[in-house]
């Protein structure tokens, strides 16, 4: 039998981080020139690489340069459901009346 264990966020992290490094790399691209091209402090790119960790404005700007700006826009890009009635209930919640301060 199967037990789903979520992925942890250090887990992401340092999956992102390991596939930037890689892409930067196959770019041939030295953490110099990315944090030139990109605005990023080179300081930021090595601990990015290094632990994973950045602002999500830095990692912005680095995918922009390593040419995953689609990628990025595509993975939040739509919503996601996990069963049709989550999509009914979310999409009914969407479109209900909202309060308003307004005196009548």
């Not at 041939?28 to 030139?36: C, F, M, T």
């Not at 990025?72 to 890009?77: C, K, Q, R, T, V």
């Not at 459901?81 to 479109?95: H, P, T």
Request: include cysteine; hydrophobic fraction near 35%; proline fraction near 3%.
């Amino acid at each position: 039998m199967y037990i789903f264990e979520p992925i942890s966020t250090e887990d992401i992290l340092r999956r992102l981080s390991r596939n930037c490094r890689l892409r930067r790399l196959e770019k041939n691209l030295s953490q110099k020139s990315l944090s030139e091209t990109s605005g990023v402090p080179l300081s930021t790119i090595q601990r990015f690489e290094h632990i994973g960790e950045i602002s999500l404005a830095s990692f912005v700007k680095i995918v922009r340069v390593l040419g995953y700006a689609e990628d990025m826009m595509e993975l939040i890009g739509k919503p996601k459901y996990s069963s049709l009635d989550e999509m009914v209930r979310i999409n009914k919640n969407r479109n209900r009346k909202r309060g308003t301060d307004e005196k009548i």
